[in-house]
């Protein structure tokens, strides 16, 4: 049985790897990518609370799905976009993308 602390610090681990990811790449998808380790480190600090404190709720598991599909949703999008401006400039660094127009 896994306790709270395991769960938490293995949470905190994650988000600082993927902030770390997020902060430290200038590669759109490596950015992304952190993103997405720092939301997933959220969902198992979220899981492991829910499960030691309210241990017959369900109502976490229905959470990590909506969170889970916005995660995919993030990626499609994020992909998307990466992809256009790989097609329209041949990279997709953020240093380069000094001209983006709203």
Same mark, same amino acid.
């Given at each position: 049985?896994?306790?709270? $602390?395991?769960?938490?610090?293995?949470?905190?681990? !994650? &988000? %600082?790897? +993927? =902030?770390? %990811?997020? !902060?430290?790449?200038?590669? =759109?998808? /490596?950015? /992304?990518? %952190?993103?997405?380790?720092?939301?997933?480190?959220?969902? $198992?600090? #979220?899981?492991? &609370?829910?499960?030691?404190?309210?241990?017959?709720?369900?109502?976490?598991?229905?959470? $990590? !799905?909506?969170?889970?599909?916005? /995660?995919? =949703?993030?990626?499609?999008? +994020? &992909?998307? #976009?990466?992809?256009?401006? &790989?097609?329209?400039?041949?990279?997709?660094? /953020?240093?380069?993308?000094?001209? =983006?127009? +709203?």
């Amino acid at each position: 049985m896994i306790t709270l $602390v395991v769960a938490l610090v293995v949470g905190a681990s !994650l &988000f %600082g790897v +993927g =902030l770390y %990811g997020a !902060l430290s790449q200038t590669n =759109l998808v /490596m950015i /992304m990518m %952190g993103i997405e380790l720092m939301l997933g480190a959220a969902m $198992v600090n #979220l899981v492991a &609370f829910w499960r030691f404190l309210h241990p017959g709720a369900v109502s976490a598991q229905v959470f $990590v !799905l909506i969170v889970m599909t916005e /995660m995919a =949703l993030e990626m499609a999008v +994020g &992909f998307g #976009l990466a992809t256009a401006r &790989f097609r329209a400039r041949g990279s997709v660094e /953020m240093e380069e993308a000094t001209e =983006l127009r +709203g």
